[in-house]
C-alpha cells in the first residue's frame, strides 16, 4: 500500500491549531512564509529538528534558521550589535536572516546550529507563519519544505510533491510573495542574496558589504554549492532552445514559460522556482534559462540559477 499523502489544510485557525499541536507533540508540519514554503519543527526539541532532517535528506552540517516573531524574541536567542540592531529595526517583519553570536544558555538545539556558535535567525512576514509562531510559543525552526538541495517549494503543490508523506500536515495560503529565500547577512558579508538586495542594506548601513565565493565553509543555510536544483540538466544565459531542451524566458527572450515578460525582476524572483517545477515536469529532457540581469534582485536570482545548474 502507498504511503499516504499529507494533509493539506487551507490557511485558517483550524489548520493553525492543528499545526501548532504537532510542533507541541515534537512534530513537523509545512507552513508558508512571505519566501518559500518552511518546514517547521521547535527549535529546542533535537528530536523534533532531526525530524526535518530526515525529511529532507539535508546533511547535519548544514545548519538552519530560526523563526521568531518579533526582535524581543530574537534577542533572548541571539547577541546582536549596531549593525544587527539597525538591519533587523529596518527590515523585520521580512526576508532577512541575521546570523549573530547564539546566547548562552539560549533554548535552542545544537542540531539547529550545527553545533556553529552562531545561530541564523529571522522575522517573518507571512500570516500564517506568524500565526504558528504566536500559537506555537515557541522558536521555530524552518527550512525549506523540499528535499534537500531540490528546488524550492512556492506553492503547497510544491511541497507534496517533493515531501509527500514525509510531512504529515501543509497548511496552503497559496503562492509565496517574495518566491527567493531570505538574504543572509553575518558581520557585515552577505552569505546569501536575496529579496533584501546589497545596495538595500549598504545604503542602510553607509558602507560596501562581502559577499563570499560559493566554495567557503558552510556557516549558513543556502551555502551549497549545488543547491535549489532540477532533476534535469540546467543551461544558463539561453537566448533559444536546443533540442529535447524547456526554455524559461526573460525579457526579450521568449520561451516555454517565463519569468517575466517585460523583464520585471521582482516579478520574475517570485516566478522563479515555480518556472522550474514547471520545466522539470515537462516532457523535455533539459532545461534552458534566458540571461537575468545581474544587479539588484537579479543578483540573488542569478546566485539561485548557478546553484541549481552546478553539477
Excluded at 75 to 103: N, S
Excluded at 104 to 109: D, H, L, N, S
Excluded at 190 to 203: C, H, S, W, Y
Excluded at 295 to 301: D, N, P, R, V
Aim: charged letters at 15%; glycine letters at 8%; aromatic letters at 4%.
Amino acid at each position: 500500500m502507498a504511503d499516504p499523502a499529507p494533509r493539506v489544510l487551507p490557511f485558517g485557525s483550524a489548520a493553525i491549531a492543528e499545526a501548532a499541536a504537532l510542533i507541541a507533540e515534537g512534530g513537523i508540519v509545512a507552513v508558508p512564509t512571505e519566501t518559500v514554503y518552511g518546514l517547521a519543527a521547535d527549535a529546542g526539541n533535537a528530536a523534533a529538528v532531526a525530524r526535518i532532517y530526515a525529511a529532507k535528506g539535508r546533511p547535519s552540517f548544514n545548519p538552519l534558521i530560526v523563526h521568531v516573531p518579533d526582535l524581543a524574541a530574537a534577542e533572548a536567542l541571539a547577541v546582536f550589535d549596531a549593525d544587527a540592531y539597525a538591519l533587523a529595526e529596518r527590515f523585520w517583519p521580512g526576508p532577512l536572516t541575521l546570523v549573530l553570536p547564539l546566547r548562552a544558555g539560549a533554548p535552542v538545539a545544537s542540531l539547529v546550529t550545527a553545533g556553529l556558535s552562531t545561530v541564523a535567525i529571522r522575522v517573518p512576514a507571512h500570516r500564517a507563519m506568524q500565526a504558528l509562531l504566536a500559537a506555537a510559543g515557541r522558536p521555530l525552526a524552518a527550512p525549506s519544505a523540499n528535499r534537500s538541495n531540490a528546488i524550492s517549494p512556492t506553492r503547497a503543490s510544491h511541497v507534496v510533491a517533493s515531501l509527500g508523506a514525509g510531512v504529515p500536515l501543509v497548511i496552503d495560503d497559496g503562492a509565496c510573495a517574495a518566491g527567493l529565500e531570505s538574504t543572509i547577512v553575518a558581520y557585515g558579508t552577505i552569505l546569501r542574496p536575496g529579496p533584501i538586495t546589497a545596495d538595500a542594506i549598504e545604503a542602510l548601513l553607509g558602507r560596501e558589504i562581502d559577499t563570499p565565493a560559493r566554495s567557503g565553509p558552510i556557516t549558513a543555510p543556502g551555502q551549497l554549492a549545488t543547491h535549489y536544483a532540477p532533476a534535469k540538466p540546467l543551461r544558463l544565459d539561453a537566448t533559444n532552445a536546443a533540442p529535447d531542451e524547456w526554455l524559461i524566458g526573460f525579457g526579450p527572450v521568449a520561451g516555454d514559460d517565463t519569468l517575466s515578460a517585460t523583464g520585471d525582476l521582482s516579478e520574475a524572483a517570485a516566478r522563479l522556482f515555480d518556472a522550474l517545477h514547471r520545466a522539470d515536469a515537462s516532457p523535455c529532457g533539459r532545461i534552458a534559462v534566458a540571461p537575468v540581469p545581474a544587479h539588484g534582485l537579479g543578483e540573488a536570482i542569478n546566485d539561485r540559477l548557478a546553484r541549481a545548474a552546478h553539477r
